[in-house]
């Protein structure tokens, strides 16, 4: 059996994800994560996603690529994805990217859950 | 004055991904010893990361005959480190920009661009199949 890599919480129609791990690194972490990730669309039907990194200190670009493709999903059925709670330095490795710019990121959850 | 923290270490590493993990304790522990502030600490990590990756799954193509060699130096002053791989090597200038429009969906790629912005010096020696990487010590107050 895998064990839980997210923790999800109903706020209203919003699925609120918190990552359980500080590091999210290495493709089969990755792609465990991205499947539960795509499980919440896909199989549960979930249209508006906030995915909350606060517990989450470091992160390699190998997880971008899901993020993208969750996006990409979300946008197709007509859903959102927001991100908040990201760290001073991880945030860079979205500027850097300029992800920032296709990817709606806040500050909190709170702005995040207003920001449906 | 000699600096006891200082260190300097020789690795050969298989070409299995779950050796990332490891180099990065080892390298985690080596900048945490020599009083690297949390962002440089995070800078180093996410450039070793991305190039030790590229080198076992891009380089060596996960080829469990093949092995990744990585010298690493550390001392109150800066990090540096060489990742030397068995592949056919690349042309860094020949990917593309992945911030551009038409890249910018497009799930990979970005790896080389994040070693290069958040390491002091980058160089690709050799056919491309070696990566030489420093990062200055940012001054404890500026590293906020």
Known sequence: MSRQRITVEDVGDVAVV????????????????????????????????????????FMSSAALGKL?????????????????????DILQVF???????????????QTGLGSF | MTDDRASSH????????????R??????????????????QFAVKLAVEEALVNAIKHGNQLDPAKSVRVRYSVDDEQFRIHITDEGPGF?????????????????????VLLIRSFMTTVDFL????????SKIKTPPDADQ
């Open chain 2, 10 to 21: 020789d690795l050969l590493v298989s070409s299995d991904l779950a050796e990332v993990r």
């Open chain 1, 18 to 57: 918190q990552f359980v791990d500080k590091k999210i690194l290495d493709e089969q972490n990755i792609q465990m994560i991205g499947d539960d990730l795509f499980r919440l669309v896909d199989e549960l039907g979930r249209r508006k996603l906030l995915l909350n990194f606060t517990n989450v200190d």
């Open chain 2, 23 to 40: 180099v990065q304790d080892l390298v985690e522990a080596a900048l945490q010893a020599n009083r690297f502030g949390e962002s440089d």
């Open chain 1, 95 to 109: 500027t850097l990217t300029k992800l920032d710019k296709m990817l709606k990121i806040v500050k909190d959850e």
């Open chain 2, 91 to 111: 042309n860094p200038d020949d990917l593309p920009d992945p911030t551009a429009d038409d890249f910018l969906e497009r799930p990979c790629g970005r790896g």
């Open chain 2, 126 to 133: 050799g056919c491309g199949n070696e990566v030489v990487m």
């Open chain 1, 68 to 88: 993208i493709r969750l996006h990409q999903r979300l946008t197709q059925v007509g859903g959102k994805l927001v991100l908040c709670g990201i760290s001073k």
